[in-house]
């Protein structure tokens, strides 16, 4: 056992308690010298009063807060199922978006990939678009589309 002294309202009063609980009692006695120091001006004669008074006041706030917080277990119960469920509900979009994410990415690069075909197969050609005639250009892309099918082809047919 371990013996702290507390001090409250200018007094000390020596406190036994477990070891190692020593720096939580000091804490909570801060909280009651806390509380005798807004009672200042309206402290009763009796030192028990004063300290019956402060307790009172903490017992209060107390009150106030597991309400505030919604003490009841049942209520927490419910509160912590409906965050699991939450949790799960995130975890499994978070999957999904994953793997949307994935397919954007595999576009993304088959696009690429194709993009740095069309300008291998067209690489010495006039760029397209250039002009004011249209068909031309159109016939052009038309041709270019071809060699990379016939491209892909042969590279099929020798797989």
Same mark, same amino acid.
């Given at each position: ?24 009692? @000091? ?27 402060? @307790? ?8 106030? @807060? ?41 576009e993304r ?29 159109l016939e ?20």
């Open positions: 056992m371990s013996e702290v002294t507390l001090r409250i309202g200018g007094k000390g009063y020596k406190v036994t308690c477990a070891d190692g609980e020593e720096a939580r009692l @000091a804490q909570l006695g801060s909280m009651i010298d806390a509380k005798f120091k807004q009672m200042e001006g309206n402290l009763a004669p009796s030192e028990a009063q004063n300290l019956l008074f402060a @307790a009172i006041l903490l017992a209060d706030e107390l009150h106030d @807060a597991r309400e505030a917080a919604g003490d009841d277990p049942a209520k927490l119960a419910d509160k912590i199922k409906t965050l699991e469920q939450s949790v799960e509900q995130a975890e499994k979009k978070q999957g999904e978006v994953a793997l949307e994410l994935d397919a954007v990415r595999a690069d088959a696009i690429a990939n194709d993009l740095a075909n069309m300008k291998s197969a067209a690489s010495g050609q006039e760029p397209l678009f250039g002009g004011d005639d249209i068909a031309p250009k052009q892309l038309a041709g270019l589309i071809e060699k990379c099918a016939d491209t892909l082809e042969s590279r099929a047919a020798g797989s």
